[in-house]
């Protein structure tokens, strides 16, 4: 944790921003699940350390997370966003489900070396990606 701890505040010092109390919060219950989280699971569990937070005080530090390269936003079928943390963490794609909403992480170095080339065939400067595949499992098939 000390990492994390260690680059958000490296980051916020650095845009004049403060490491209060609560971003320390937010990053901690962040990075306590290895999971696929949403804002509202978030909030809760923030909720039961500190009734007086507020939704758009996560909201703005997950913002600042994701900025920092702690988090990275990934998208469901849903219409809100869902978020991982990446710090020490692999990229990685997701198969999901849209059945059973089963979320299926993957690796391809083919995948990441077709988009490389294809960067370069466009001359675009490559900054990072989410591919997320949606379809049915072999158990829901």
């Known amino acids: ?8 505040r490296d ?8 490491f209060t109390p609560q971003r320390q919060l937010i990053l901690k219950e962040a990075f ?3 999971r696929h989280f949403e804002v509202d699971d978030l909030f809760i569990r923030i909720r039961r350390q500190d009734k007086q937070i507020a939704r758009s005080t996560i909201y703005r530090t997950l913002r600042l997370l994701l900025e920092c390269g702690l988090l990275r936003e990934v998208f469901f079928e849903e219409k809100h966003s869902h978020y991982e ?3 020490g963490h692999e990229h990685h794609d997701h198969l999901l489900c849209l059945k059973c909403k089963r979320v299926i992480e993957f690796s391809n170095g083919s995948i990441e070396n077709l988009q490389e080339k294809v960067c370069r065939e466009h001359e675009f400067q490559f900054k990072g990606h989410r591919l997320q595949i949606m ?4 158990r829901c098939q």
Request: charged share 25%.
């Open 1 to 8: 944790m000390r990492i994390e701890k260690d680059k958000l």
């Open 11 to 18: 980051y916020l010092r650095v845009n004049g921003l403060k």
């Open 32 to 34: 306590s699940t290895h």
């Open 85 to 87: 943390h990446i710090l």
């Open 135 to 138: 379809g049915y499992c072999s």
